[in-house]
Nanobody, 124 residues
Framework: QVQLVESGGGLVQVGGSLRLSCAASGRIFSSYAMGWFRQAPGKEREFVAA????????YYRDSVKGRFTISRDNAKNTVYLQMNSLKPEDTAVYYC?????????????????WGQGTQVTISS
């Protein structure tokens, strides 16, 4: 069992930045590929970014490339999502996710563990 707790969400103006954190506890953090998803009101949950167990390989959805950076610190059992140049369409609840491998962590149906979510709101 893995418990995931997100933090760092909030309200920010267009063009601003936020850093989300996800602290993991339970089973060995480094055994899981980690990802971030988001869900806006009335929309399906969508993949945002993922990082392999080692942290070497990283993947992003096209709309956040160049603006968002995912990283992980296996010594601290934490994964981060640095979000810059934020846009109104980035407004959503952001979820941390864990899965055994990178293929599964990029798909909602592949996730083993979810965090509770943190609200990110971008004001124009």
């Amino acid at each position: 069992q893995v418990q995931l707790v997100e933090s760092g969400g909030g309200l920010v103006q267009v063009g601003g930045s936020l850093r989300l954190s996800c602290a993991a506890s339970g089973r060995i953090f480094s055994s899981y590929a980690m990802g971030w998803f988001r869900q806006a009101p009335g929309k399906e949950r969508e993949f945002v970014a993922a990082v392999t167990r080692s942290g070497v390989d990283i993947y992003y959805r096209d709309s956040v490339k160049g603006r968002f950076t995912i990283s992980r610190d296996n010594a601290k059992n934490t994964v981060y999502l640095q979000m810059n140049s934020l846009k109104p369409e980035d407004t959503a609840v952001y979820y941390c996710a864990a899965a055994p491998n990178i293929l599964r962590v990029t798909r909602p149906e592949g996730i083993d563990y979810w965090g509770q979510g943190t609200q990110v709101t971008i004001s124009s």
